[in-house]
């Protein structure tokens, strides 16, 4: 497993001074293009073992083709990707590693936080700490950041730039939306987290209607899996799903995203 190291550099390429380089032609690479590069200023380590620098680096040089053409733009992505590599860095997981692969990781808080508090059994609620059953909202932020998971690892899913727990995500969403009108399309609307449940809403109710749910019940079936659920998925109605999925007490509340829906449209391209 290969980890980008705690601390990682970001430049912006320029061509100035490229005929000192001892090239033939002036380098295809972007002005401006970021580049980020191992405080070891290494890209590899061995024979095809590239860092994951190498693959962030291709990922920045794509964004121009990729919807991204201002050069402010690329700087911004790669800031967002230098930040969160550090902090994963910094425990013990590599960038691209999968949750198996991080399985086990020996990362522990910094002594000046604290001893460990080792988490077990954990759910949705709470979990024990250091053998004692506790519900997750009781812990401060300072505990929080020391906390263990089972098989390794911070269990940390979102943190502030001084290291605590972030659950701002009202006024991210906010802040954003404030940005949007203000740079791009003074028509944007206000947005908060439970506009995503509406986008959900409506994006999951087009594939019921357009039939998908029978697509699904059909695989459910060609796996052998519960034939209640095979029987649920293929005669319920839409409504009825979408009722479940979101826990509508009634299918009258869930009833106003049908009349939102542009059923013409989906019947038109069915």
């Not at 024990?128 to 911070?154: H, Y």
């Not at 899996?225 to 293929?234: E, I, K, Q």
Request: with cysteine; proline share 7%.
């Amino acid at each position: 497993m290969f980890l980008l190291s705690a601390l990682v550099i970001l430049i912006c390429f320029s061509s100035r001074g490229w005929q000192s380089w001892d090239l033939e032609y002036r380098p295809l690479i972007l002005e401006g293009m970021p580049v980020l590069v191992d405080d070891d200023l290494r890209l590899e380590d061995g024979p095809a073992a590239p860092r994951p620098a190498v693959m962030v680096n291709r990922w920045l040089r794509e964004l121009p083709a990729s919807g991204a053409p201002a050069p402010s733009s690329w700087e911004n992505y790669a800031r967002a990707v230098k930040a969160w590599a550090e902090f994963l860095a910094g425990h013990g997981v590599g960038l691209f590693d999968s949750r198996e692969r991080s399985a086990g990781s020996g990362w522990r808080p910094p002594r000046r936080r604290g001893e460990p508090l080792l988490v077990t059994e954990p759910d949705a609620r709470g979990g024990r700490v250091n053998g004692i059953r506790r519900p997750w909202a009781t812990l401060t932020p300072a505990e929080r950041r020391r906390l263990v998971a089972p098989d390794g690892g911070s269990c940390l899913l979102a943190v502030k730039n001084g290291g605590g727990p972030f659950t701002a995500w009202a006024t991210v969403f906010e802040r954003t939306s404030d940005r949007l009108r203000a740079r791009f399309e003074p028509r944007f609307p206000h947005v908060n987290p439970h506009r995503l449940r509406h986008s959900f809403s409506m994006r999951t109710l087009e594939y019921l209607v357009t039939g998908h749910y029978r697509q699904a019940a059909r695989m459910v079936a060609d796996t052998g899996a519960d034939a209640a659920l095979v029987f649920y998925l293929s005669k319920a109605d839409p409504l009825l799903v979408l009722r479940d999925l979101l826990g509508h007490s009634t299918v009258l509340t869930t009833e106003k995203y049908l009349r939102r829906l542009d059923t013409t449209r989906i019947y038109r391209q069915a």
